[in-house]
């Protein structure tokens, strides 16, 4: 298959082309010429920015593509400008979205009103009614690690664009919290970064400490993503995420358990916690999502073990902190040794 890959050379991009050309796809991966390069690649490359595909639509079309992977859409505008060059070409489009898309997402952002959402959730669970999930503020900052995300940020948006035409074939690929080697937002920075400063202890809130959300390592996240290039997916909507969903004690616990780290956790109230250890938003909310459907449908496995996968992220992680945009403010020790021992 002939596949052009959008934002092929980013975080998720650079494993899904690697393993794209292994399979024997030809791939053009379109870039702005930054970031990481899959090595070795032989793979095209299409340099353009994918808010003016019009700039780099010749290559595009030179390169007749089958199917094109859109891995960086946020916006109904942007989606718009690739079904459009979809439909001229005859291609078929799949397109990265986000669990964020669920209104269990908006009850724990709290700009969704009314009662928790039932676990787990599911491709047919309710969608957010209230568009807008980002404040100016937010969006801006995150313009700043994304720069390709668009001020209309809007992922329910992008998903009815790409799946409300007759004329182009869609596929949904509804994403976790994927982290792994080239994770520049430090999911894993956290915790390694205490155990690597021989903290005795590290504290949670009783509510995040129970808190159950979605994750996905890297590779096993661009797998999902080419298993998604069979025609049966055509038209579909998968979540794509591990199982089981661990509690995020539980999985500071098997992270720390894969790096030998000696400490302790300790679970807190929220009355008990230094303020820059709190997480906002309404933790009542857990967001377990099922990957049933991807796997029944489509057979996917995950390629790598989370064993395997916890690994790979500490070893990179340890190599590549200074690269990872994080606010340094929430290492502080001295404000956690206070909680730690109140009384001294």
Avoid at 72 to 79: H, M
Wanted: hydrophobic share 40%.
């Amino acid at each position: 298959m002939r596949v052009v890959l959008i934002g092929g050379n980013g975080f998720i991009g650079s494993p899904l082309t690697r393993e794209l050309v292994r399979a024997g796809h030809q791939v053009a991966m379109l870039h702005r010429g930054l970031g990481s390069q899959p090595e070795p690649s032989a793979a095209q490359h299409i340099l353009g920015d994918r808010n003016r595909l019009s700039s780099c639509e010749q290559e595009i079309r030179e390169f007749r593509p089958d199917a094109i992977i859109d891995l960086i859409l946020s916006s109904a505008d942007q989606a718009e400008e690739v079904v459009r060059v979809a439909r001229q070409l005859g291609a078929r489009v799949l397109a990265a979205s986000s669990m964020d898309v669920y209104r269990a997402w908006g009850v724990l952002q709290g700009v969704e009103p009314g009662p928790l959402e039932p676990m787990p959730i599911t491709e047919d669970s309710a969608l957010r009614s209230q568009r807008v999930l980002y404040s100016p503020e937010a969006l801006q900052s995150m313009q700043g690690i994304f720069p390709w995300l668009d001020e209309r940020y809007d992922k329910i948006a992008v998903e009815e664009t790409i799946l409300g035409t007759s004329e182009v074939a869609g596929t949904i690929l509804r994403l976790p919290m994927v982290y792994g080697p080239g994770d520049h937002l430090g999911r894993f920075l956290p915790i390694w970064k205490r155990m690597a400063d021989s903290r005795s202890a590290m504290i949670l809130s009783e509510d995040f400490a129970r808190w159950r959300g979605p994750r996905g390592y890297v590779e096993n996240v661009s797998h999902a993503i080419a298993v998604a290039l069979s025609e049966r997916a055509v038209g579909r909507v998968y979540n794509v995420c591990q199982e089981p969903c661990l509690s995020e004690l539980d999985w500071q616990k098997q992270i720390a358990r894969h790096a030998d780290w000696p400490g302790r956790f300790v679970v807190l109230r929220k009355e008990e916690m230094p303020r820059h250890l709190l997480i906002p938003g309404n933790l009542a909310q857990h967001l377990v999502a099922s990957s049933e459907r991807i796997r029944d449908e489509l057979g996917y496995e995950e390629l790598i073990s989370i064993e395997d996968a916890i690994g790979r992220t500490l070893a990179w992680q340890a190599s590549h902190a200074s690269e990872t945009t994080i606010s340094w403010q929430q290492f502080d020790y001295e404000a956690e040794d206070r909680a730690l021992s109140p009384d001294a």
